[in-house]
């Protein structure tokens, strides 16, 4: 297994970037993460403090993906999250739902005790920790790390937990994949510009795929597979995802648009993923029972 220290970031998916480490397909790859803020947001002797806003979200990485070549799936199986310390939170009048209800920027930490956050007004959740952002790099021009899109990034789909597995599309040789911005807790909207952020490490088992095209991200897990999208407007990501989903259905299932549309309305679940960063990004999502019907769900199974 090859390790890979959160110092060896990125703040931009960039072509131009020099791999931190290079693995062959298959590999397992651990990557150490520091939080949304880069660490900033706890000063000295652990005070909340302002933070630089050009340095936020650090994906560790690049990690360059032996034989994965443009026009190929990277399936991304995120096998551990594991959360280092407490979390922390942050609102603010320039971003988040709610922003015109922020009288000024605020951090609060949020302790996790036995696997529970403490979070404000004395709720403790059970945490659910999630990957934030993961991708892999566009071709083109650098994309910042805080912006989602079809080579996945900062989606911010809570989706994206152990045990799920993301595809995303291949651009550039060896894919370039980087992921950070893990949360202890995520819930859908992400609505304060924040989830609960945390530091920690990620297990990934890489696996390039020749059988699949994609035009964007696809999370499968043992429940369902959702197609993720991103767009300028919530309405734009929602007409996205779900054509990105009657198209995958097409090409797996052989169904026309007539009766994928029909199905997608009877069984599917259009859903907001995050309405806080510079795209809006929602999903569609299938339940594994009917992908089986199908004789769908096996094919992306096999990540």
């Given at each position: ?31 150490e993460t520091a939080d949304c803020f880069a660490g900033q947001a706890k000063g000295a002797g652990g005070a909340l403090t302002e933070v630089d ?152 088992r890489l696996a390039v795929r020749r059988d699949l095209r994609l035009e964007g991200p696809v999370v499968a897990t043992a429940d369902a597979v ?49 309405v806080v960063d510079p795209l809006k990004t929602a999903r569609f999502g299938m339940p594994r029972e009917a992908l089986a019907a199908l004789e ?8």
């Amino acid at each position: 297994m090859t390790l890979v220290p959160s110092d060896c970031h990125i703040f931009a998916f960039s072509a131009d970037a020099p791999p931190a480490a290079t693995v062959p397909d298959g590999a397992v790859v651990e990557l150490e993460t520091a939080d949304c803020f880069a660490g900033q947001a706890k000063g000295a002797g652990g005070a909340l403090t302002e933070v630089d806003w050009e340095r936020i979200n650090p994906a560790t990485g690049p990690v360059y993906v032996e034989g994965a070549r443009p026009g190929d799936v990277l399936a991304v199986t995120v096998e551990r999250i594991e959360v280092t310390g407490d979390g922390v939170m942050a609102v603010s009048p320039a971003f988040g739902v709610l922003a015109d209800r922020i009288a000024a920027t605020a951090f609060t930490a949020v302790p996790i005790v036995d696997g529970r956050a403490l979070l404000p007004g004395g709720v403790a959740w059970p945490v659910r920790p999630m990957v934030g952002v993961l991708g892999v790099t566009p071709a083109g021009e650098p994309v910042p790390t805080g912006t989602p899109g079809p080579h996945g990034g900062n989606l911010d789909t809570r989706l994206v937990g152990e045990g799920a597995t993301l595809l995303l599309p291949v651009f550039v040789p060896g894919a370039l994949l980087a992921a950070g911005d893990l949360h202890a807790l995520m819930g859908d909207g992400e609505v304060c510009g924040t989830g609960l952020e945390v530091a920690g490490r990620v297990r990934l088992r890489l696996a390039v795929r020749r059988d699949l095209r994609l035009e964007g991200p696809v999370v499968a897990t043992a429940d369902a597979v959702a197609a993720v999208a991103s767009a300028a407007t919530l309405d734009e990501a929602a007409t996205l995802a779900t054509r990105q989903m009657a198209d995958l259905l097409a090409a797996l299932a052989g169904l026309d648009h007539a009766a994928a549309t029909m199905l997608m309305s009877a069984v599917g679940e259009l859903a907001v993923c995050q309405v806080v960063d510079p795209l809006k990004t929602a999903r569609f999502g299938m339940p594994r029972e009917a992908l089986a019907a199908l004789e769908v769900g096996p094919d992306l199974r096999r990540c």
